[in-house]
């Protein structure tokens, strides 16, 4: 897994073993999740632990796209299928994606803040971590979406890398430069969050933020009006799919290259009945 010190990580429950017996559907996760917040050598490791033990499938959270590759190529030198979950892997031969809909959520995102806006103003755009598939993937969309909105200006654009504190930090940067900013959209919620305690009082109100995961505390904020809005995410339904793409992959069924998952805009409207 990525890190599960990201709360978008926590959520999937039952959904996701890293490894799979193809017979009985057991799954083996331990306490291995690895992120740029460890060492990415420890994904390599991680697949050479489970390789060993005879799994005949692998799911994979990838640490980011390309660092991804060669713990991918452990797998493939023995002939252990593999699916990807949440980030694509930009190498090796990874048996099918599993993630959710980025560019539409991205387009979602930017239809919501314009629109929140009077499609006219000044808006900033947090960037996912460099080198991810989701980040790439969110940015395209909300670019195409923004488009379509001539009013509407992007003043200021930085990678926060999916981190609270860096959204925060990023955030008051850009308001030094840009005090008259309108609108924010954060690749995802915690730079929101973080994005939204640079704001102070002015957040979800004289600044409209967007985010994008729908993680509870990103949930509680639309509750509370201190963000606009998210893009939600489905990490249970993403899970699941993951373990029943290994299972094929286990069965030697052929399998698409990738698997989009639908988002879900919450707002204040039904930020109170979502669960994800």
Same mark, same amino acid.
């Given at each position: 897994?990525?890190?599960?010190?990201?709360? $978008?990580?926590?959520?999937?429950?039952?959904?996701?073993?890293?490894?799979?017996?193809?017979?009985?559907?057991?799954?083996?996760?331990?306490?291995?999740?690895?992120?740029?917040?460890?060492?990415?050598?420890?994904?390599?490791?991680?697949?050479?632990?489970?390789?060993?033990?005879?799994?005949?499938?692998?799911?994979?959270?990838?640490?980011?796209?390309?660092?991804?590759?060669?713990?991918? =190529?452990?797998?493939?030198?023995?002939?252990?299928?593999?699916?990807?979950?949440?980030?694509?892997?930009?190498?090796? *031969?990874? =048996?099918?994606?599993?993630?959710?809909?980025?560019?539409?959520?991205?387009?979602?995102?930017?239809?919501?803040?314009?629109?929140?806006?009077?499609?006219?103003?000044?808006?900033? #755009?947090?960037? =996912?971590?460099?080198?991810?598939?989701?980040?790439?993937?969110?940015?395209?969309?909300?670019?195409?979406?923004?488009?379509?909105?001539?009013?509407?200006?992007?003043? %200021?654009?930085?990678?926060?890398?999916?981190?609270?504190?860096?959204?925060?930090?990023?955030?008051?940067?850009?308001?030094?430069?840009?005090?008259?900013?309108?609108? &924010? #959209?954060?690749?995802?919620?915690?730079?929101?969050?973080?994005?939204?305690? %640079?704001?102070? %009082?002015?957040?979800?109100?004289? &600044?409209?933020?967007? %985010?994008?995961?729908?993680?509870?505390?990103?949930?509680?904020?639309?509750?509370?009006?201190?963000?606009?809005?998210?893009?939600?995410?489905?990490?249970?339904?993403?899970? *699941?799919?993951?373990?029943? $793409?290994?299972?094929?992959?286990?069965? =030697?069924?052929?399998?698409?290259?990738?698997? *989009?998952?639908?988002?879900?805009?919450?707002?204040?409207?039904?930020?109170?009945?979502?669960?994800?």
């Amino acid at each position: 897994m990525t890190c599960l010190g990201q709360p $978008w990580f926590r959520p999937p429950g039952p959904g996701c073993p890293v490894a799979v017996d193809g017979d009985t559907g057991d799954g083996d996760t331990g306490d291995r999740s690895a992120g740029r917040s460890a060492h990415r050598t420890q994904q390599i490791n991680q697949m050479e632990t489970f390789t060993s033990q005879d799994v005949r499938a692998a799911v994979i959270n990838p640490v980011d796209s390309d660092a991804a590759v060669p713990a991918v =190529g452990v797998a493939n030198r023995v002939n252990v299928p593999v699916i990807s979950i949440d980030r694509g892997v930009n190498g090796g *031969k990874a =048996g099918s994606t599993i993630a959710s809909d980025n560019v539409m959520g991205g387009r979602l995102a930017a239809k919501t803040l314009a629109e929140s806006l009077g499609g006219r103003g000044k808006v900033a #755009f947090l960037e =996912g971590q460099p080198g991810t598939s989701a980040a790439r993937e969110r940015g395209q969309g909300f670019e195409e979406g923004i488009r379509k909105y001539p009013g509407i200006q992007v003043v %200021a654009r930085r990678p926060a890398d999916f981190d609270r504190t860096k959204g925060m930090d990023v955030m008051a940067n850009m308001l030094q430069a840009h005090r008259d900013i309108g609108g &924010v #959209f954060a690749a995802n919620d915690e730079m929101a969050l973080g994005a939204s305690k %640079a704001l102070g %009082a002015r957040s979800g109100k004289d &600044v409209k933020v967007v %985010a994008f995961d729908g993680t509870p505390d990103g949930v509680t904020a639309v509750r509370r009006g201190t963000l606009t809005a998210t893009v939600a995410q489905q990490p249970k339904l993403l899970g *699941k799919k993951a373990v029943d $793409w290994a299972l094929k992959a286990a069965r =030697g069924e052929k399998l698409p290259a990738s698997v *989009k998952v639908p988002v879900v805009l919450v707002t204040s409207d039904n930020a109170a009945s979502f669960d994800g």
